[in-house]
């Protein structure tokens, strides 16, 4: 059983809780030797050099089930994909690419609809349909009448979370209303201030129960499509997974063939159109990148 969890880590050191401490280490010089970098959300074990300062040693580091790049954070369970039903309007295209994103991560996926209170006319319904018929747990909130924001909460038991999101739709604003310890600077021209004042800052993982922890970073933003191989992306589209073996090709690109399993289930229905226009449109990209690569 590892004894402690990096909560954060600033100029050497690495702030760990143990049991209900937090112990300032360092970490030894073997791991430098074999180029290992704590981060935060690493599970560790640790030797105490100074029970009464609470400082000590990270003496081994387990093996790190995720790892994300911006923020760099190990081990986040689940991303909280969050999309303002309107202002700024909700954009498909950017929420499959954040979905594709974590798919690639195996992270558990919760679609978060915020500003709800700004649709009062529910308009967002249609948008909601489509992920969750296509398998996903939605939740719908406002961080200005925190309608929701429970049911958010909720989810995050016995979790580490990070949130994910076009810039505006409301990450930082619902992170302060999950907890108000977290007091970010919501809206641009703070946040731009923000960035000013402080160039650097650090991830860290806030507990929010015993065994429910945050990132307090809005997560990644903006996202590549990386290197996700052309014939792995229709496996990232939840809704597809079942229809793969039931094209009547095999190597099918779900783009064009006859017989095509995922092209039938557009059209009697089943799957979303618009889902299936972004696959192709990302299935396009990811041959470009391809082709470029191998010319
Ligand atoms: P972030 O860039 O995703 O972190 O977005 P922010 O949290 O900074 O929010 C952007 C703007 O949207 C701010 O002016 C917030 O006050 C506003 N906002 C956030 N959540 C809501 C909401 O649920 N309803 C309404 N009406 N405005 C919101
Ligand atoms: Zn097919």
């Known amino acids: 059983m590892p004894e402690g969890l990096i909560l954060k880590g600033i100029g050497g050191f690495y702030y760990i809780k143990v049991n209900d401490d937090v112990i300032e280490c360092k970490a030894r010089g073997k791991f430098r030797k074999d180029e290992v970098v704590p981060m935060v959300g690493d599970y560790v074990d640790i030797t105490m050099s100074d029970h009464e300062h609470l400082k000590g040693n990270i003496e081994k580091i387990y093996p790190r089930k995720t790892v994300l ?23 498909v295209t950017l929420v499959d690419k954040f979905l594709l994103a974590a798919e690639h991560q195996n992270l558990d996926i919760i679609i978060c609809f915020n500003k709800i209170d700004l649709d009062k006319k529910n308009k967002y319904i ?17 961080s ?25 739709v409301g990450k930082s604003s619902l992170l302060n209303v999950i907890d108000a310890r977290f007091s970010l600077q919501t809206g641009e021209i703070s946040k731009k201030i923000r960035r000013g004042k ?9 507990a929010i129960t015993e065994e429910s922890y945050v990132v307090d970073t ?22 597809f997974r079942a229809y793969l073996p039931l094209c009547r ?6 783009t064009s063939e006859l017989g095509c399993a995922i ?17 192709k449109y990302f299935y396009n990209q990811l041959r470009e990148l391809e082709k470029q690569r191998y010319k």
């Open 249 to 254: 090709f095999r190597g099918c690109s779900h």
């Open 198 to 206: 402080h160039t650097t800052r650090h991830v860290e993982l806030l």
């Open 69 to 91: 790049i911006r923020p760099a954070v190990a081990n986040v369970d689940q991303v909280v994909i969050v999309v303002a039903v309107a202002s700024p309007k909700p954009n």
């Open 263 to 279: 092209i039938n289930a557009v059209e009697n229905g089943e799957i979303d159109h618009a889902r299936f226009q972004n696959y």
């Open 218 to 239: 809005p997560g990644f933003s903006s996202i590549d499509l990386m290197n996700i191989p052309k014939d792995e992306l229709a496996i990232l589209f939840k809704e």
């Open 144 to 168: 200005k009448t925190k309608e929701g924001v429970k049911d958010l909460r909720k989810l995050f038991h016995g979790k580490s979370t990070v949130f994910a999101g076009a810039s505006g």
């Open 126 to 142: 249609d948008l909601y349909n489509i992920y969750t018929r296509a398998g996903y747990k939605t939740v719908c909130t406002s």
